[in-house]
């Protein structure tokens, strides 16, 4: 039910779910093979909410790289703590993703209209 809820409340349109390899990569094991790390791994203006004002590279203030939410359910694990996005402010993934806006706002606001079910739903599947 999660997945779905993923897809159909647009989160995909940034965090795309999987990609293929190239061909042209110096280790052959690696070429063709199917990844999922949901991610474009483009920059996207995420609103004034999580806006720093610190250009870095391309990015303006209010822009950051997709993550991967590739093993996402490891972090306290792996990390120690479950602090989430570029500053650590999120301390949940429901409130990473309501923290959501610029080009995240319509799928950050489809998870807010949801139940509670779908929500709980949406986050056991990250």
Known sequence: AGKKLFYDMGCISCHTPKFVTRRGTPNKAQAFQLIWPYSDFLLHDMG?????????????????????????????????????????????????????????????????????????ALVKFL
């Open 48 to 120: 004034p909410g999580l806006a720093d004002g610190q250009a870095v590279g391309e990015a303006t203030g209010s822009e950051w790289r997709t993550p991967p939410l590739w093993g996402i359910g490891l972090t306290q694990t792996v990390n120690g703590n479950s602090f989430f996005l570029h500053d650590g402010r999120a301390r949940t993934l429901t409130e990473a993703i309501l923290w959501h806006g610029g080009e995240g706002q319509k799928a950050r606001d489809r998870f807010a209209a949801a139940d509670a079910a779908d929500r709980d």
